[in-house]
Structure formats: C-alpha cells, structure tokens
C-alpha cells in the first residue's frame, strides 16, 4: 500500500512490543501491503547510544537485525542524494541521525513513521 520509512524509536519500540507506539502505526507496521524500510543511520544510532549508557537495551544489535528481517523491514544503506537535501534542509532539528532519517524520508518520497514533534516541521510525509 505505501513504502514507509521507521524512525529509530519506531524500530526499537516495535521490536520491545512498547506501548508508546501508537495504534495507527502498529496497524501500518503488521499491513504486509505496505514496504517497510529503516536506515542504516538508526542501526548506526542504536550501536552509538548503547556503547554510550545511553540506551539499554534487552538483546544485542545482531538480533535487532534478525527481527528487521523476520519483519520484513528493508535496512536501507545511506543514498548520496540524500546528502543533498541533507544540505538544504533548515536547522529545525539538532540530532543529526533524525536530521539524515528526515533528509532520507524527503529524497526516497517515504512515508515517515514518527513520534517526533520537530520532524513534522519539515516538508515530508509523517505518520504517528
């Protein structure tokens, strides 16, 4: 039905079955109709907070990947079209991953799932 691209929470609260992720996402995330797809960029965020304390997680990064798979969500390398309206996008947002996710979202015309309240003042697509 739509290709749609999971923010990093998105991933990880799927993956912890967390009640934070809202109803019209979970119903987005099991439609097998719809494309699912993640960046590299949150696999890359994911690995950076845990070895910093700043995330903990239950498992290891190898089943995180597993369940991307069993999920049938798309790891997506990183496109240098990206970088490109990367570079013109306005600092409305300080993270550079969600900065590289919304500049991702924008190039590939993705649907963003996302709690995020910053993302949504960019011109893209957004799901919560």
Known sequence: MGQHLLDTHTLLWMQDDNPELSQKARKLLADSSNE???????????VIKKSLGKL???YEIDDLLQSCLINRITILPL???CF????????????????????TAIDLNYTLISR?????????KIIW
């Open 36 to 46: 699912l797809y993640v960046s590299i960029v949150s696999i890359w965020e994911v």
């Open 56 to 58: 903990e997680l239950d």
């Open 79 to 81: 496109q240098l079209s």
């Open 84 to 103: 490109t309206v990367l570079e013109k996008l306005p600092f409305i947002h300080r993270d550079p991953f969600d900065r590289i996710i919304a500049a």
């Open 116 to 124: 995020d309240r910053n993302l949504p003042k960019y011109n893209l």
